[in-house]
C-alpha cells in the first residue's frame, strides 16, 4: 500500500481515491493511516475524499485516520476537520478518543485554541486512562504533567509505561517516571510491556 501512495501516478491516485470509497471499513482505514504515515501523496481529488471521510464517515476510526492523514499530507487541518476530531474525543470508543487525541497533538499550535484546549482538559477526565494519558500529551508542554503523574500508578501497565516515556520526553519528572520504566522491566505478566520500556530505556539520552 505505501509503494501505492509513493508512487504517485494517476492510476495510483485513482485506486487510492476508490478505496477511501470503499464498502469495507477497514480499507478505508487502512489506505487514510498508509497516507498518515507515507505523507506523500498531494492529489487535491485524494484530498476531497480525505476530508469527506474525516467528517462523514459512519466509522469513526476511518474519521481520526482520515484527519491524521489530512494534517500530515495536506497541513494545517481546516477548521471542519478540527471539529470533527473535538467530537471524535467523546465517542463510545475509547480507542477513537485517544486516537482523537493524538491526532489534535499532531496539529501544532492548534492545541492553542482555546476550543481545542478545553477539549483536551476535558479528555483528560476520561474514564479510560489510555484517553487521558494521550490527552496529556497532546497538552501544550506542562499542562498534563498531573494527568501523567497520575497515571504513572494505574494499574494498566501498558498505560504507566506509556505515561513514563511522555514524561521522559518533558523532562519532568524524570527519577519517577525512570523508576517505573526499570520496574517494568521485571513485568512477568505481559512480554509487550518489558519490551516497551527496555526500548524506552535504550533511547533515552545520557544523562
Do not use: F, W
Amino acid at each position: 500500500m505505501s509503494a501505492v501512495g509513493a508512487d504517485g501516478g494517476p492510476e495510483a491516485i485513482s485506486a487510492l481515491r476508490d478505496a477511501l470509497h470503499d464498502d469495507d471499513a477497514s480499507l478505508r482505514e487502512l489506505v487514510a493511516s498508509t497516507l498518515y504515515k507515507t505523507g506523500v501523496c498531494v492529489d487535491l481529488t485524494v484530498n476531497a475524499a480525505l476530508t469527506a471521510a474525516a467528517l462523514d464517515d459512519p466509522q469513526a476510526r476511518v474519521s481520526v485516520a482520515a484527519a491524521r492523514a489530512l494534517n500530515c499530507v495536506y497541513p494545517p487541518a481546516g477548521p471542519a476537520t478540527m471539529d470533527a476530531l473535538r467530537s471524535l474525543l467523546q465517542d463510545s470508543s475509547a480507542t477513537v478518543r485517544e486516537s482523537a487525541a493524538a491526532a489534535l497533538g499532531e496539529v501544532g499550535g492548534a492545541v492553542q485554541e482555546e476550543s481545542t484546549l478545553a477539549a483536551l482538559m476535558r479528555a483528560c477526565c476520561d474514564d479510560d486512562a489510555r484517553v487521558r494519558v494521550s490527552a496529556a500529551q497532546a497538552l501544550p508542554p506542562g499542562n498534563g504533567r498531573s494527568v501523567l503523574l497520575s497515571a504513572l500508578a494505574v494499574k494498566d501497565a501498558h498505560v504507566r509505561v506509556l505515561a513514563a516515556r511522555a514524561l521522559c520526553k518533558l523532562r519532568v519528572e524524570v527519577p519517577q517516571a525512570m523508576d517505573v520504566l526499570r520496574r517494568s522491566l521485571r513485568d512477568g505478566q505481559v512480554r509487550e510491556v518489558r519490551m516497551s520500556a527496555a526500548g524506552i530505556l535504550g533511547n533515552m539520552p545520557p544523562e
